[in-house]
């Protein structure tokens, strides 16, 4: 409301207005009625005069109280500044039209002697020129921060072993204490980046890859966690970062025991084969997991299935005198055998070379025998003494390595294809697991007691019989075994112990503490696989699943 109310003059000027009118048709009516129809247009007209009159009265009644509103706006904004149009920051000062009313504010420099005391913004000055007035002058902080003389020993407690970054690394500050700690938690929990509330949305004229450059620069900017990749970083002992994610074939478990499950080599594809005669595929997710393809195989309950290193067909084999090959890309299911000239009944174990060339079954009295993956015919075998119990390729798939009932260990060159070295494995009465590094440095055996033996194989062919470790945290026989893609894992299993697998640390050789843990139970495992980048790892077991977790350390899978 203005500071001054409406004229109350005014109002009573239209009401006498009114009342006179109404005085007036008051008087006329006894005249109209007794009238005759001639004089009735004489009255239309003294009514029509009247209402024009009126009219006009309230025209300048109006263009009255629109000056005086005028004049009230105009003594407002001199007294208080302008109530009725807030100034716009950003838009440029008009000249004011001294029609419109007086300016709403104007600069007082009468204190400066006509200078402006204001700072104004030069472009010749830098921040080196301040910084050149402000040496001399450093304050002393206001407080110190207990956290940052505070020292935290990490090596007393066992799970904060894990945020060491050397081995030997034992007192750390308590700045960088909280560090670690956001950033394992921030490994932790890598999915919940919706809560930050700070995440900046991308802008609309930007592209995807404009922002997704600016939030990579952005994450590196805001914590001090090391560049390098973490793949190329160690594994520390002792305790394994891991995580319990949804089971492989949640979507289609198996109705018996699970004897194969391997990851394609595109890291996302899994298959799975057991004794309840199926071939399944899954795709590795960590959260659903979907299948993607059922095959039943109706003559042969599958005791080994295995990819191609190169990823195009799966080779299937049971206790039959044949085995299968299925062809991924053009979907197809063959039967190959009975081999020509041989009586083998089972073809149930067997290995592919990593060049995916050549297929080694284990045959009677000592034979093995070596099949062409492109052909599927019979190419050759290989003679030792005792029964052939386990198998393995190294160098590339030159080399084939082999161990059975004798208690020895064979190496054959597949080019000559003759024996190269025959050596004993120590403690070991009948070998029958057999498992090679991916560089083939390392080899490991496991014998009918339980024990694996860790041995370099330069040492080993070298007459060095003497092994690295020797593993003896199982008590049964050694059903597989299998070393992750850098070596730095080694995981072991046995069909007839409970919870009966073991992961060792490989760099050190000794067993992860922390594995499989109180709140998991691996059931009775008989096959296992690291995924092409080791982040994910795979356990089937008697109970028709096939159990998944996370292993931390590695980022990709």
Known sequence: ????????????????????????????????????????????????????????????????????????????????????????????????????????????????????????????????????????????????????????????????????KEGDERVISGKEYEARLRGQHAKLNRFAGWADLDRKAPLPGSSHNESDEEGRVDDILRNNDELVVKDNAKLLPDMLGFSRLVDA?????????????????????????????HLRFFQIDGKRNPKIQSIFIEDCPVHKAAFLPDGSEVILSGRRKFFYSFDLVNAAVSKIGPLTGREEKSLEHFEISPDSKTIA???????????????????????????????????????????????????????????????????????????????????????TSGIVNVYKRDDFLGGKRKPLKTIENLTTEIGEMKFNHDAQVLAISSRKERNGMRLVHVPSLTVFQNWPGPRFSLHYPRCLDFSPGSGFLSVGHAGGKVLLYKLHHYQNA
């Open 361 to 447: 079954f284990i045959g009677n009295e000592g034979y093995i025998l070596l099949i062409s993956s492109k052909t599927k015919q019979l190419i050759g075998t290989l003679k030792m003494n005792g029964n052939v119990r386990s198998l393995a390729f190294a160098d590339g798939g030159n080399q084939l390595l082999s161990s059975g009932g004798d208690g020895h260990v064979y190496h054959w060159d597949l080019r000559t294809r003759k024996c190269i070295h025959k050596g004993t494995d120590e403690g070991s009465l009948a070998g029958i697991s057999l498992c090679t590094s991916p560089d083939s440095s390392l080899f490991a055996t496991g014998s």
């Open 1 to 164: 409301m203005s500071l001054i109310s409406q004229n109350p003059i005014q109002k009573r000027r239209l009401e006498t207005i009114e009342a006179d009118d109404d005085s007036d048709e008051g008087l006329g009516s006894p005249v109209a009625a007794g009238a005759e129809d001639g004089n009735e247009t004489k009255s239309e007209k003294r009514k029509k005069e009247k209402k024009r009159k009126k009219a006009k009265a309230l025209e300048a009644l109006e263009e009255k109280e629109n000056k005086e509103r005028e004049e009230m706006k105009l003594l407002e904004s001199s007294l208080f500044g302008s109530l009725y149009a807030p100034p716009q920051f950003g838009t440029e000062v008009e000249a004011v039209d001294p029609d419109k009313g007086v300016p709403s504010f104007f600069m007082d420099r009468s204190g400066g002697d006509g200078e402006d005391d204001l700072p104004v913004y030069d472009e010749g000055l830098s921040s080196e020129d301040e910084g050149d007035d402000m040496v001399g002058r450093e304050r002393k902080p206001a407080w110190v921060d207990e956290e940052e003389v505070t020292e935290v020993d990490i090596s007393k407690v066992a799970r904060l072993r894990k945020l060491r």
């Open 249 to 277: 074939n949640a979507q289609e478990p198996s109705s018996g025991p699970i004897n194969s499950v391997q990851f394609h080599r595109n890291g996302q594809l899994m298959l799975v084969a057991g004794l309840d005669k």
